[in-house]
Structure formats: C-alpha cells, structure tokens
C-alpha cells in the first residue's frame, strides 16, 4: 500500500460526495442538523459548544434558533441552575431519525449502475475499510 492509493481514495471520496452531497433545505442548514445529532438528554450546552468544535456564543445562538423552531428544548439543569440542559424535541427526534448525508434516491441509482459483483466487493471493502478506521 502507498500514498497514492490514499490519494486515490480521497479523490474518489471527494467525487461521491460532490455528486451525492444532500444540501441544506429550508428548515436546517448542515450545521443545525449535525448539532441535533449530538443532543441526546441532558446533553450540557458547553459539552455540545466543546464536541462540536464552536465556540461557545456560536452554539448558544443556534441552539436558540432551534429551539425558537420547535426542534430543541433548553431548561435549567434541577442540579446546578448555571447549566443549561438540553434535549430534541418530537419534531427533533423526528428529523434525526429520518436524516441521511446522502442523497438515498440518487446513491440507489448510482450503485444500480455498477455491476453487481462490483457492487459486492465495493460494499464489503468499505465494510472493511471502516471497521479498521474505527480500530
């Protein structure tokens, strides 16, 4: 294995994506919908701020808009009042759990149009793939 077959792979990846990419729609961007991912219970604003990678004013704003929009709820955490906890909403959840990166109609007639062995031996070397990425 070299460094060639990592940029290859790169290209290809950035290809897919382009192609596939889902894009924002009219009620959330990519940003609101990777923050509703991270929320689970309780999930404490500056955990979510930190995981994310935003600062802190950043978050809080969108998490404002979120919940202005009936995707997030907010409260005071009963153990420490300086905590802000927070958690989705039915609508929320119902987003998250209907959520894909992907564009699924398109990604379905993309891999109709690889030969079916192909397409086996694609799905189990990215099956592969990803179980050492996560090794």
Not at 64 to 86: C, H, N, S, T, Y
Not at 104 to 115: F, I, M, R, S
Request: proline share 5%; charged share 30%.
């Amino acid at each position: 294995m070299n460094s060639s077959d990592s940029e290859r792979f790169e290209q290809l990846y950035r290809r897919i994506w382009g192609a596939l990419n889902r894009q924002d729609d009219p009620d959330l961007s990519q940003h609101e919908r990777q923050l509703l991912h991270h929320i689970a219970p309780g999930t404490p604003l500056t955990w979510l701020a930190t995981h994310l990678g935003l600062p802190k004013s950043t978050t809080s704003v969108m998490v404002k808009a979120l919940a202005a929009r009936g995707f997030v709820e907010r409260a005071r955490d009963p153990d420490d009042e300086r905590r802000l906890a927070l958690r989705l909403t039915a609508k929320g959840q119902e987003v998250v759990a209907k959520d894909t990166v992907l564009r699924p109609g398109d990604l379905t007639a993309a891999l109709a149009e690889v030969a079916p062995d192909v397409r086996a031996a694609m799905l189990e070397g990215l099956r592969q793939l990803a179980e050492a990425a996560e090794r």
